[in-house]
């Protein structure tokens, strides 16, 4: 898993794991020990970011520049958005 997009998509696979009408009762209690550990990871992951979005902004108010790229995880989304607005500024 290497951004956020990632994450996303192995919530909602869990999810579809976790709302399976044919699993046995054996199956769903470890479903739910996966699910309990992937969102406490997850919890861990999407707080980093936020943290790192924090300081990033902060920078910017002071003037400093934040690259993308520096940007752990969502550095594919912002160059894929900032990419978008500059072709849809220059027609």
């Known amino acids: 898993m290497k ?6 998509d192995l919530l909602f ?4 794991a976790l709302t399976r009408a044919d699993a046995s ?3 769903m209690e470890k479903e ?3 699910a309990n550990a992937i969102n406490g990871i ?4 999407i707080n ?3 943290l790192v979005l924090k300081s ?3 920078l ?3 003037g400093i520049e934040t690259p993308p790229e520096s940007l752990p995880g969502v550095a594919g989304l912002l160059s894929d958005s900032i990419s978008a607005d500059k072709r849809g500024k220059s027609r």
Request: no cysteine; net charge negative.
């Open 32 to 34: 739910v020990k996966k």
């Open 3 to 8: 951004n956020l997009a990632d994450l996303n």
């Open 48 to 50: 980093n970011g936020n």
């Open 60 to 62: 910017n108010e002071y």
């Open 13 to 16: 696979k869990e999810l579809d």
């Open 25 to 27: 009762d054996e199956d």
């Open 56 to 58: 990033a902004k902060m």
């Open 42 to 45: 997850a919890t861990t992951i």
